[in-house]
């Protein structure tokens, strides 16, 4: 079974930037949607970015114009480019693929945005 697998995560200083990488160990297709979600301690997870194959992408208000979701076909890779990062901004990210058939998660990776 296909799996996703993370990484980029870690401390960065509020104002600083950082990438999350999503890589698929196969090929998945009939791909619908790339995203990424979050949760934070206490919350729900949430729907943070998310590119709906082609090219459009929704973003959750509170990181509009800072994040940005991206992918690499050739790399069977998802990104997501986190500048402007706040204390808010921390939690564990996971991304998410959705098929038409099957959602893939991947394992999560902690974001921690402190000084």
């Known amino acids: 079974q296909v799996q996703l697998v993370q990484s980029g995560g870690g401390l960065v200083q509020p104002g600083g930037s950082l990438r999350l990488s999503c890589t698929a160990s196969g090929s998945i297709v009939d791909i619908v949607t790339m995203g990424w979600y979050r949760q934070a301690p206490g919350q729900e997870r949430a729907s943070v970015a998310l590119?709906?194959?082609?090219?459009?992408?929704q973003y959750e208000a509170s990181v509009q114009g800072r994040f940005t979701v991206s992918r690499d076909n050739a790399k069977n890779t998802v990104y997501l480019q986190m500048n402007e990062l706040k204390p808010e901004d921390t939690a564990v990210y996971y991304c998410?693929?959705?098929?038409?058939?099957?959602?893939?998660w991947g394992n999560g990776t902690l974001v921690t945005v402190s000084s």
């Open positions: 590119l709906i194959l082609p090219e459009t992408t």
């Open positions: 998410k693929i959705r098929a038409i058939d099957m959602d893939y």
